[in-house]
């Protein structure tokens, strides 16, 4: 039995932290006809203005019964065709979007006042992009792609290092090539909204849903 006078677990209250939003507006004639160019260009300032890792994106994926999971991902790419990051496709993330393409990412930039939020489908990208990408890695992250199960039990953080030595070593001062289960995935929305924080919690929300392709429809929500 939990929950009585005698309970010692530790309760947080964060009920009287305060901030308000004081750094911009977004009106509906300032947005460009493409939700991701207005995407890309919230990302370029919040480069600009030295946000700490302004890619850091919360990815949400399901199960095809629709059980979630979320964690952080880096964005690695915007354009026309969609959002790009990469993973271990062997990972719970990849082997739901195997599952279920379907997928939810937010972007938020505390420091502007400012988050993305996008939903769409996943889909791998192709080889060459691939190589690409894990090509331009620091090594130690190559060798990492390489020694980690992402998402597996492992034993302890000793078998971890064991298994970046044994890759270490299987490589020796070569070049590491990419994994064949380590790739890239692009996001396609169908839905963009751009939120921007405002005083006494009245935020501008506007969103782009996709009518007929190409066509998006903006609209406003209540906050």
């Known amino acids: 039995m939990t929950g009585g006078p005698c309970d010692d677990r530790r309760v947080v209250d964060l009920s009287r932290i305060r901030t308000d939003y004081d750094r911009g507006t ?10 991701l160019d207005a995407v890309a260009a919230w990302v370029e300032e919040a480069v600009a203005r030295g946000v700490a890792e302004p890619g850091a994106m919360v990815l949400s994926t399901a199960t095809r019964d629709g059980v979630p999971s979320s964690r952080t991902v880096l964005l ?16 719970r993330k990849g082997r739901e979007l195997a599952d279920n393409p379907r997928c939810a990412a937010l972007l938020r930039w505390d420091d502007v006042h400012r988050q993305v939020g996008v939903t769409g489908s996943a889909h791998p990208t192709g080889d060459d992009e691939s190589d690409a ?3 331009s890695r620091p090594r130690g992250s190559q ?9 597996e039990v492992v034993a ?27 790739g890239g995935y692009r996001i396609v929305p169908d839905e963009v909204e751009l939120w921007q924080g405002r005083p006494s919690r009245l935020h501008d929300r506007l969103r782009y849903r996709r009518d007929r392709p190409p ?8 906050p």
């Open 26 to 35: 977004l009106e509906a004639a300032d947005l460009p006809v493409e939700p």
């Open 76 to 91: 690695r790419g915007v354009s026309p065709a969609g959002l790009v990051f990469f993973s271990n496709r062997r990972s």
């Open 133 to 135: 990408y894990f090509a």
């Open 143 to 151: 060798i990492g792609a390489w020694a980690s199960g992402q998402s």
């Open 156 to 182: 302890d953080r000793g078998a971890l290092e064991a298994a970046v030595a044994e890759v270490e070593a299987r490589f020796g001062d070569g070049e590491v090539p990419r994994p064949p289960h380590w």
């Open 215 to 222: 066509r998006w429809i903006v609209e406003r929500l209540s």
